[in-house]
């Protein structure tokens, strides 16, 4: 049962356009949500995020939206560069019983292209 | 660099052998995670400490693999009997009690003969 979905597993954009990767989840109780970026041979890198009680978070170039209703979120790189192209991952979490719970997406692999 | 480091970075190993991974947390950050991922998933959960106190294991972790942190700060991994299977990268993350935002480290990736 796949909680959180990235349904585009690859994304090519033209550098200085914007990048947007997004990213469904299934379970409510999701109230935190995280986007890491990854480089091959490397671990996440923590990129932005949002918390359930809002609906976007802006950091310099990188926006998250958050519409809840529709359990949707969405990443927006703008402009993209070329040191963008990694694969990133959308991230849900939850607290229960005490535990922090995180579940990961399987990534969107984003090429910008120079 | 006070982030998340984990050793080794690499491990070759043949199939049957034990292998441990350390992970050293952020110093303040109390609680610790272990994933694992294979090429075109995303991290899976492993298992997740507080302080030192493992208080939850994914069924992904089977009786060969052993999680501990014994006085709270850095944790070991270790996979018994290792198989092919086991190939992945091993992550570790942590995580302040005031903050939900992990930290990952650089991961070690597992190759099983």
């Known amino acids: 049962d796949q909680q959180v979905k990235q349904n585009s597993p690859s994304l090519s954009v033209q550098e200085g356009r914007i990048s947007i990767l997004n990213c469904d989840y299934t379970n409510s109780m999701f109230d935190y949500f995280l986007w890491y970026k990854k480089y091959p041979a490397e671990g996440p890198t923590f990129l932005i995020s949002?918390?359930?009680?809002?609906d976007k978070n802006e950091d310099g170039r990188f926006t998250v939206f958050l519409n809840k209703s529709a359990k949707h979120l969405s990443l927006h790189i703008v402009p993209s560069q070329p040191g963008d192209s990694a694969v990133y991952f959308c991230a849900a979490s939850y607290t229960t019983s005490g535990t922090y719970k995180y579940i990961f997406g399987t990534g969107t692999r984003l090429k910008v292209l120079a | 660099d006070t982030g998340v480091s984990q050793d080794p970075r690499h491990k070759i190993t043949k199939r049957g052998q034990n292998v441990t991974f350390r992970c050293d947390p952020i110093?303040?950050?109390?609680?610790l995670y272990w994933y694992r991922q294979t090429l075109g998933q995303g991290p899976e959960f492993l298992t997740y400490?507080?302080?030192?106190?493992?208080?939850?294991k994914s069924r992904l972790l089977s009786d060969r693999f052993s999680a501990e942190r014994p006085k709270g700060s850095f944790s070991t991994l270790e996979i018994q009997r290792t198989e092919q299977g086991d190939s992945a990268m091993y992550l570790c993350?942590?995580?302040?009690?005031?903050?939900?935002?992990?930290?990952f480290g650089p991961g070690t990736r597992l190759l099983v003969l």
């Open positions: 110093s303040e950050h109390n609680r």
């Open positions: 993350a942590s995580t302040s009690g005031t903050q939900e935002t992990q930290y």
């Open positions: 949002i918390s359930s009680i809002k």
């Open positions: 400490f507080q302080n030192e106190a493992q208080l939850e």
